[in-house]
């Protein structure tokens, strides 16, 4: 059998050959192919297009290269394939590959040449959250990983969590400085994802508890450190600290309905749909509304993979439809858990929440 010719996609081999030979049965379940309305960007045709690159049948370059950045990593295209493929792991082995030849989109190869700024951003954000008087002294505190996505661009759920995590855990809690490096791994730069997992594995080593609050950065290092070959710590993730001290939490005042949006890294990524709920039905007091697909076969917020970078007008259109549905079926409160979907919902105009601060709003 010849040997491909991007080596990391070799252990895909088998996913890849099943994708080509595919009659497309899980093209509907594509947020990008759906609202571009593109073979090309279904997951057959993503999956054939790395296939061929790596057999050396279509040359390496932006336009062969550029469909491997067509995905939000949802998981949704496995859940509809009847072998489980996993496409995009695949394809992010794919895009790691293009990156080394030079092959990676602009927008791609624009995070990685501002990742050591956004790190000197990112810990000064961090520093303000400590010195809001979220750390606290006595005891040793926890490590908590709120995630990019809260500490930049929406500071008050960070703040949240922080509140949340050290009264769910009954200690001082103190914010994680360093980066799981995700964006590094969606960009196509493996090395500086290993990297990146390797200065917070340091950091978080001894803390007495580590909580992940989002579940991009939690998948990070459950999933993608150890298939990259780092080790970390592994990091209880946030609405599983939570949904076990569910009775600690207080009913909490809330006008009109609420719906839950399930994430694709909470959900599919990590499996969990029973939790989130349960937290939502305690503090509320009733089970959350859903979308006419949910759980499994949820539908994606368009705010993940890199997606609003790469492909910014298909992201937006994918958040466009989910809050569309959200309102044809009543509207009220649209909760996710996820920082890349609050803020994909927020500023596309739905006033979303975060599950983190409405535990934070249940804490006696």
């Avoid at 990091?235 to 399930?262: Q, T």
């Avoid at 599919?268 to 697909?293: H, K, S």
């Avoid at 959200?326 to 919902?345: D, M, Q, Y």
């Amino acid at each position: 059998m010849t040997s491909l010719r991007l080596p990391l996609l070799e252990p895909h081999r088998a996913a890849l050959e099943t994708c080509v030979y595919c009659p497309k049965l899980s093209r509907a379940a594509c947020p990008v192919s759906s609202v571009e309305a593109s073979e090309t960007v279904t997951p057959w045709g993503k999956m054939s297009l790395a296939y061929f690159a790596a057999r050396g049948d279509v040359p390496v370059d932006t336009a062969h290269a550029a469909p491997a950045w067509a995905c939000t990593s949802c998981y949704a295209c496995r859940e509809a394939c009847d072998h489980k493929n996993e496409v995009a792991p695949a394809l992010l082995d794919a895009r790691a590959e293009m990156m080394d030849l030079g092959a990676a989109p602009p927008a791609a190869k624009a995070v990685v040449d501002r990742w050591p700024a956004r790190q000197v951003a990112l810990a000064a954000a961090v520093a303000a959250l400590e010195t809001d008087g979220v750390a606290a002294t006595g005891r040793e505190p926890a490590a908590v990983l709120v995630g990019c996505g809260y500490v930049e661009r929406s500071p008050d759920v960070a703040k949240d969590a922080l509140r949340a995590a050290a009264f769910l855990l009954d200690r001082p809690v103190r914010p994680v400085r360093a980066c799981c490096g995700l964006p590094l791994l969606y960009a196509g730069d493996r090395r500086g994802f290993a990297d990146a997992v390797r200065v917070l594995a340091r950091e978080v080593a001894s803390a007495p508890a580590f909580v992940a609050v989002d579940p991009g950065c939690a998948r990070a290092l459950l999933v993608e450190a150890p298939r990259v070959g780092v080790e970390v710590a592994k990091p209880e993730i946030f609405v599983d600290l939570a949904a076990r001290s569910l009775d600690r939490l207080k009913p909490i005042e809330n006008s009109g309905p609420v719906r839950y949006h399930d994430p694709c890294q909470l959900g599919r990524g990590l499996g969990r749909y029973d939790e989130p709920r349960a937290v939502l039905g305690r503090i509320t007091g009733v089970a959350p509304e859903g979308f006419l697909r949910e759980r499994a076969q949820g539908e994606c917020s368009g705010g993940g993979g890199l997606l609003p970078a790469t492909r910014p007008e298909s992201s937006r259109a994918i958040a466009d439809a989910r809050i569309a549905e959200h309102r044809e079926r009543g509207g009220g409160t649209l909760v996710t858990a996820c920082a890349s979907s609050l803020h994909r919902f927020r500023t596309r105009g739905e006033n979303a929440e975060d599950i983190v601060s409405m535990i934070a709003r249940a804490i006696p």
